[in-house]
């Protein structure tokens, strides 16, 4: 039996043990109850044995699930207070802001000039910036490790974060050139609505349902060609013709390299680009960041 099993996923075992109900879990914990079900199941293969058994009566613990339950609440408990020592080692390097990100901001120079007033206002602070994967839609913010994060809404636990909004911008869709779509100068999401769409992780939440689009499919699930955790990844993607994806106008840049082309789509609401912290995180080098952002946003 394998130990390399991951925090969420005992995160994920121990809320469903506590609810004994799918659906409640994965509210509770700002996933999808496919995905929830999904990492359960690869969670009892990698173990090897049951944990929950599932039937038209609802969810129980198996045997095997109960015997997990009290240690993995404690590996759960440990790992939170393992953190609260890092957030204090990190609270006394006050002088260093981290700054993290899952896609570059870009944007007409957007990034220096928050860096440039930032420093102007606090000469003493460093800014170290943290490239983060999709696959944590909150860019570090959830785990600690950033301070305050470049990020699209709506992020998973919303009411944990406060923002301030850096673009507002449409969503276009991201099209293979040879695709029969490609010669339209705009697009209707509703001639979309069946083909195949790049998906971000399931881990992203509803940044994932938002980049499918799932408001406006109108109850009709889409069709995932892919999975994707990087700009990268989407490029390639797309070019290799394993589906659409929709993108903000701002990262169209990122994206256009080649063998893809974007066009605007109708009925699609904008997306939102913010800069976010955790709320209640009143230290200094947080709000002249914050504050920074918000001002060369106003000015764009």
């Not at 928050?114 to 909150?138: G, H, K, N, Y």
């Not at 499918?212 to 699930?221: I, K, T, V, W």
Request: charged content about 25%.
């Amino acid at each position: 039996m394998t130990t390399d099993v991951h925090v969420r996923d005992l995160r994920y075992f121990v809320t469903v043990a506590e609810e004994l109900h799918f659906t409640r879990a994965a509210e509770r914990l700002y996933v999808s109850q496919p995905a929830l079900s999904k990492q359960i199941r690869a969670l009892e293969r990698q173990l090897g044995v049951e944990l929950l058994r599932r039937d038209r009566q609802g969810v129980e613990l198996t045997a095997a699930g109960a015997a997990l339950l009290p240690y993995a609440r404690r590996v759960l408990a440990a790992w939170a207070q393992g953190a609260d020592v890092v957030a204090e080692a990190r609270a006394a390097l006050r002088s260093t802001l981290v700054v993290g990100m899952s896609t570059s901001p870009g944007r007409g120079g957007l990034l220096p000039a928050i860096r440039s007033r930032f420093t102007a206002a606090q000469p003493q602070a460093a800014v170290r910036l943290r490239q983060v994967s999709w696959e944590d839609p909150t860019a570090g913010l959830a785990d600690g490790d950033a301070d305050v994060a470049f990020v699209w809404l709506p992020l998973p636990g919303q009411e944990r974060y406060a923002w301030t909004v850096v673009a507002e911008e449409p969503r276009l869709v991201a099209l293979p050139e040879g695709h029969r779509l490609a010669a339209r100068a705009e697009v209707d999401f509703a001639e979309l609505a069946d083909e195949p769409f790049l998906a971000l992780p399931p881990s992203a939440g509803p940044l994932r349902d938002y980049w499918l689009a799932l408001d406006e499919r109108e109850g009709r699930p889409p069709r995932v060609g892919a999975e994707i955790a990087s700009t990268e990844e989407t490029y390639e993607a797309l070019v290799a013709g394993l589906g659409v994806c929709l993108v903000a106008a701002g990262n169209v840049p990122l994206i256009t390299l080649g063998g893809v082309v974007t066009r605007p789509v109708r009925g699609l609401a904008p997306s939102r680009y913010v800069l976010a912290w955790r709320k209640g995180d009143r230290r200094r080098l947080v709000g002249a960041y914050a504050e920074a952002c918000r001002q060369v946003a106003e000015r764009a």
